[in-house]
């Protein structure tokens, strides 16, 4: 019993084409990341909203694109078998060899590419799945840390912030209800969860901010929410797990988060018509240090990034390309190019000669291919005669040495298989069944004229490549002639492009001079405006200052005389203290007068002497006097204490 494994090789197929798959995807991720990094710079005016939109719609591009690229490449099943010399019916003297015959012509690096990729396919997928793993691993400990957060330390806030809450909810149409809770367990604000979204602020932070800036952090918050953000994020998430080798697909993934926050502070600037709020409140937050999960969508990032929000909110105007990036874009821009040109697919001439057909077979007999016998198909019968007649589908030689051929022919509607070494039939199957060797001579007339067909054909492919010999001979004469031609019409171009250079520079130079001439006008102009405005508003300062100058010397000589006064009520209470005989000296001496009593010394003294005092030394209810009293000295009425410097 003979056992034939037909998928075998598809799991190895299968590696290779991951394999490659992720090597185009360098390529396209540079195409994409030029086109981002141009986008960007074009578009330093525009809505965040439209940047966003723009750089996940390369994004999903770049990740389609790529997924075509693996179905493309994906080994499919088909009938062809390598090492076939097909010869039409019609009897023209085109034949084509399948397995050599290729729709495609690489460059010398793009094979050396390949062919390390084909060769090293399980070693880096196994690399590239490890690392996969390891991140992967990383972001679900990120998923159960938030989950954790979602149960731990968590307080309900007050019935007032939660209405406000609710009122910013409405406002901003979320259909969802959002959950609301201050955590001890997070330093910033955050969003986490997409069906069930919940908001978790700081301990401590509804009430040691001002409600403006609460309002405004809550409102970029809940823009998340509407946004679906969190659901975004995992996405992203995920795919730079995937491509985690890829720079120009993370350095993407990197914008489109920089631009959804972006677009939260412009949704929260909308609905409360005042950016100041949403400024200080960046700037409050400024000194966290956040490095807890990617899942999560938080108020506060890396320090330059908050100063970019904040900068871009001010000037409306968005942030362009950094040095770094610029030069990223760049290298991409002439990668791209490189990778491109090496791996795009160059089609072979259509009128390939019947000779260049039968040069490859001959290559491909001398270097001893492995035989593997044809199978028929009813792609290959015709589908209609309108007479009897022979059709050769394929004619297979190999190893001239030990003279084995192989004929695959359809005559007078019968299809046959034919194998013959040393001149002797071996094997012949007609119609699918096999023929036992005792009738072979049953068909030595059928088998004589398919040679004698083969034979002519052949002669005819062999006249033909004689032909295409002498036209390839004569073409390459005319490109010599074309190639001296190109290389004069090149020195020319070369000569006229230095001219065009050099009148350039001198153009580029003159119109450098003329912009910085313009420039030093216009900061000369800007300097003056300013220092106008610095006079006038030092004019108005200086006035502001003398107004408060003047304020504050009727509040000092107010002070003053209420000092004094108090200082005249001090001595008469010490005098009066001193003839009722509740002290004999003033020596360490302190008390405390009020309403309700009069200490003295440590010593509460009779409601007579309290009342008697009091009533000559507390001219308005609820004051107080004190003198050396644990620390103080001074006359206190409803909150205000007159103090007696030096006591």
């Not at 439209?50 to 994906?74: E, Q």
């Not at 957060?149 to 209800?177: C, E, M, Q």
């Not at 890829?246 to 993407?252: G, K, M, R, V, Y």
């Not at 001193?578 to 008390?591: A, E, P, Q, R, Y």
Request: charged share 25%; glycine share 4%; net charge positive.
């Amino acid at each position: 019993m003979n056992l034939e494994i037909v998928d075998a090789p598809f799991s190895s197929d299968l590696v290779r084409a991951v394999c490659l798959t992720f090597l185009h995807s360098i390529w396209q991720g540079l195409i994409a990341a030029v086109l981002a990094g141009g986008f960007l710079m074009l578009s330093r005016k525009s809505r965040p909203v439209l940047r966003y939109r723009v750089l996940v719609t390369l994004l999903g591009a770049l990740l389609l694109v790529n997924a075509a690229t693996f179905f493309f490449i994906l080994p499919k099943n088909n009938s062809g078998i390598t090492g076939n010399v097909f010869i039409p019916a019609a009897g023209s003297t085109e034949t084509s060899f399948t397995g050599f015959s290729s729709s495609f012509e690489v460059s010398s690096l793009s094979t050396s590419i390949t062919d390390f990729c084909n060769q090293h396919a399980f070693t880096i997928l196994t690399i590239w799945l490890l690392v996969f793993l390891w991140k992967s691993v990383r972001a679900t400990a990120g998923l159960m840390h938030l989950s954790k957060l979602r149960k731990t330390g968590l307080h309900a806030p007050s019935n007032y912030w939660k209405d406000v809450f609710g009122d910013l909810s409405r406002k901003l149409s979320i259909g969802r209800k959002p959950q609301f809770f201050e955590s001890e367990c997070v330093t910033v604000p955050m969003v986490i969860g997409h069906l069930k979204p919940v908001v978790l602020v700081p301990m401590g932070m509804l009430a040691g901010m001002p409600t403006a800036q609460v309002e405004a952090i809550l409102l970029h918050e809940l823009a998340h929410i509407r946004r679906r953000d969190y659901l975004v994020n995992l996405i992203q998430i995920f795919c730079e797990n995937i491509y985690c080798f890829n720079p120009a697909l993370l350095w993407i993934s990197y914008l489109i988060r920089e631009e959804r926050e972006h677009c939260c502070d412009e949704i929260a600037i909308e609905v409360m018509e005042n950016k100041t709020s949403l400024v200080h409140a960046l700037v409050s937050f400024q000194e966290y240090h956040h490095s807890g999960s990617l899942a999560q969508v938080a108020f506060a990032g890396r320090k330059n990034h908050l100063l970019d929000r904040i900068k871009r909110i001010i000037n409306h105007n968005n942030k362009s390309l950094d040095a770094m990036e610029k030069v990223f874009v760049s290298i991409s821009l002439v990668a791209a190019i490189a990778l491109s040109a090496a791996v795009s697919p160059k089609s072979p001439d259509k009128g390939q000669s019947a000779g260049d057909h039968q040069r490859i077979y001959s290559e491909a007999v001398s270097a001893q291919l492995p035989v593997r016998k044809p199978v028929a198909t009813t792609d290959t019968l015709p589908k209609k005669k309108t007479q009897e007649h022979m059709e050769i589908h394929s004619a297979n030689v190999y190893s001239p040495t030990e003279g084995v051929s192989t004929y695959n022919v359809h005559v007078d509607g019968k299809q046959y298989e034919i194998v013959k070494k040393n001149g002797k039939v071996i094997s012949l199957d007609v119609d699918g069944k096999e023929i036992p060797s005792s009738e072979y001579g049953k068909y030595e007339s059928e088998i004589a004229k398919i040679e004698e067909r083969i034979q002519e054909e052949h002669k005819k492919a062999e006249k033909a490549r004689a032909e295409a010999e002498k036209m390839r001979a004569e073409a390459d004469v005319r490109r010599k002639e074309a190639q001296e031609l190109r290389l004069e019409a090149e020195e020319r171009r070369a000569e006229a492009e230095t001219y065009r250079q050099q009148a350039k520079a001198r153009q580029i130079e003159a119109e450098q001079n003329r912009t910085n001439a313009e420039q030093m006008r216009k900061q000369a102009e800007a300097m003056r405006e300013q220092a106008e405005l610095f006079r006038k508003e030092a004019e108005k300062m200086r006035v502001q200052a003398g107004k408060s100058r003047a304020a504050a010397e009727v509040m000092r000589r107010e002070a003053e005389k209420t000092r004094e006064e108090y200082e005249k009520k001090q001595a008469s209470m010490i005098d009066d203290l001193l003839k009722m005989g509740v002290i004999k000296d003033t020596k360490n001496l302190s008390f405390l007068l009020s309403d309700s009593e009069l200490i003295v010394n440590g010593v509460k003294q009779p409601a007579e002497i309290q009342k008697n005092i009091s009533s000559k030394y507390l001219s308005e209810p609820g004051a107080e006097m004190v003198y050396n009293y644990k620390g103080r000295t001074g006359y206190t009425f409803f909150g205000t204490i007159h103090s007696r410097q030096g006591q």
